[in-house]
């Protein structure tokens, strides 16, 4: 039996149609015979509208920053709960857990906060009782100030990542609306081709160039801890590309 960590982003969990297509990709990997840990971003662009929501009622919204990662957090909150009961729904057991409930202890830097530890305890238990586990993305809980944090813009792929690590899964894969890793940004040139497999080196640079397929700190942390990517669609069934 593997144990599979997917991570589904903000477009692969933009309505209550793709949610649903989630929980039925994310069946069919448990009843293929694996363990599943599903880590998910906020549906669409909700981290987009929350930030607007605060700029709304203040002109300076992160001279609380606290209160802006409760309110940022509160977005991935909603994907891991409708996942959860989608699975539920469609037959199979599914349990969902905040950052701070998977164990993901991170600094204390609001906003940015770096992840620290895992102790995926609560997951490790679902797993064994049969259920699939839904982590919220992009969040963690900070052991001094009891806080909540946030791991900065596009952070649900370190969250992914780092459970992979700890947990000793045997793959990561990150699922969004494209198939893989390309030669080069395939709506700008049309030659561009997928790749079946890149270097994690090669990865990295990629990133760092800024090419938004994968967050370079989730890539860093992948080359740190020998954690197996692949990189796919939610939408097809290509293998996507492998970092390897
Ligand atoms: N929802 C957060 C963001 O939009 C985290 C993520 O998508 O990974 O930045
Ligand atoms: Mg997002």
Redesign the pocket.
């Known amino acids: 039996m593997a144990l599979i960590v997917q991570k589904f982003?903000?477009s692969s969990v933009g309505d209550a149609a793709k949610i649903k297509h989630v929980a039925k990709r994310v069946i069919e990997t448990q009843r293929a015979g694996n363990q599943v840990v599903v880590v998910v971003?906020?549906m669409g662009d909700t981290?987009d509208e929350l930030i607007d929501l605060a700029q709304s009622v203040s002109v300076d919204p992160y001279s609380a920053p606290r209160e802006m990662d409760m309110l940022l957090t509160s977005?991935?909150r909603i994907s891991m709960a409708l996942l959860a009961i989608a699975i539920n729904a469609q037959g199979a057991q599914s349990r969902s857990f905040t950052g701070s409930q998977a164990g993901i202890m991170t600094s204390a830097k609001h906003g940015d906060a770096r992840i620290s530890e895992v102790t995926p305890v609560r997951i490790q238990e679902a797993l064994d009782a049969g259920d699939i586990a839904i982590v919220a993305?992009?969040q963690g809980f900070n052991k001094d100030s009891k806080d909540i944090t946030t791991l900065g813009?596009?952070?649900?792929?370190t969250t992914a990542v780092a459970l992979a690590a700890a947990l000793d899964a045997d793959v990561c894969e990150i699922y969004s609306d494209v198939d893989g890793v390309y030669t080069a940004d395939p709506r700008v040139i049309p030659a561009a081709h997928k790749l079946d497999a890149i270097d994690i080196e090669s990865m990295l640079e990629l990133a760092a160039a800024g090419a938004k397929i994968l967050h370079i700190r989730a890539v860093e942390f992948a080359r740190r801890h020998n954690v197996d990517l692949r990189v796919r669609s939610t939408f097809s069934t290509d293998p996507g590309t492998i970092v390897y």
């Open positions: 982003g903000g971003s906020a981290t977005g991935e993305g992009f813009r596009g952070g649900s792929d």
